[in-house]
T-cell receptor, first 117, second 110 residues
Framework: GAVVSQHPSRVICKSGTSVKIECRSLDFQATTMFWYRQFPKQSLMLMATSNEGSKATYEQGVEKDKFLINHASLTLSTLTVTSAHPEDSSFYIC?????????????FGPGTRLTVT | GIQVEQSPPDLILQEGANSTLRCNFSDSVNNLQWFHQNPWGQLINLFYIPSGTKQNGRLSATTVATERYSLLYISSSQTTDSGVYFCAVGETGGSYIPTFGRGTSLIVHP
């Protein structure tokens, strides 16, 4: 089956620093990637959708200057949390979807737990 | 946008029991997936099932698109089935961005 990796799995950073999270599709070409945020005991909250080679589309209320998303290739997307603050601490999950016409199955990475101190 | 409701929100079972999880959606869909989020946070694909019935071992799923619901059946539950089960749907004619339900939290006791 399709595999999506995410790195790092855990990161602790100091307030004011930036953190980059990588999401890779290992065995398929991901024309679309999604970035989610999940708070404890809650559902996934979509942050943004990115298509390869295009600018990301951010959901309402998500600061695009704070959460920089780059989808430079068909196998890699990155999320950079800039000037992180404790309230940015969360579980961040990426997912990827291939380009088969009419098939919209998405595959998830294992997630990154971010703690900002 | 499309609304997705999952029931029950919480479920506690004894090992070996069977269960049915439900996902209702408010509009027609062109894709529907069931996921299991394990205690470590990983979402595992269970079924891609915009319509029809599929089975995989002890799990099976049925989507009746015309009546706007999907069911996930777990038979002979095991402790490893514990976690949260999410349904995600994409609205027909929409932007193909999936909408998630709030999930069903399942605990299976030995």
């Amino acid at each position: 089956g399709a595999v999506v990796s995410q790195h790092p799995s855990r990161v602790i950073c100091k307030s004011g620093t930036s953190v980059k999270i990588e999401c890779r599709s290992l065995d398929f070409q991901a024309t679309t990637m999604f970035w989610y945020r999940q708070f404890p005991k809650q559902s996934l909250m979509l942050m943004a959708t990115s298509n390869e080679g295009s600018k990301a589309t951010y959901e309402q209320g998500v600061e695009k200057d704070k959460f920089l998303i780059n989808h430079a290739s068909l196998t890699l997307s990155t999320l950079t949390v800039t000037s992180a603050h404790p309230e940015d601490s969360s579980f961040y999950i990426c997912s990827a979807r291939g380009g088969v016409a009419g098939v919209y199955e998405q595959y998830f990475g294992p997630g990154t737990r971010l703690t900002v101190t | 946008g499309i609304q997705v409701e999952q029931s029950p929100p919480d479920l506690i079972l004894q090992e070996g029991a069977n269960s049915t999880l439900r996902c209702n959606f408010s509009d027609s869909v062109n894709n529907l997936q069931w996921f299991h989020q394990n205690p470590w946070g990983q979402l595992i694909n269970l079924f891609y099932i915009p319509s029809g019935t599929k089975q995989n071992g002890r799990l099976s799923a049925t989507t009746v698109a015309t009546e706007r619901y999907s069911l996930l059946y777990i038979s002979s539950s095991q402790t490893t089935d514990s976690g949260v089960y999410f349904c995600a749907v994409g609205e027909t004619g929409g932007s193909y961005i999936p909408t998630f339900g709030r999930g069903t939290s399942l605990i299976v006791h030995p």
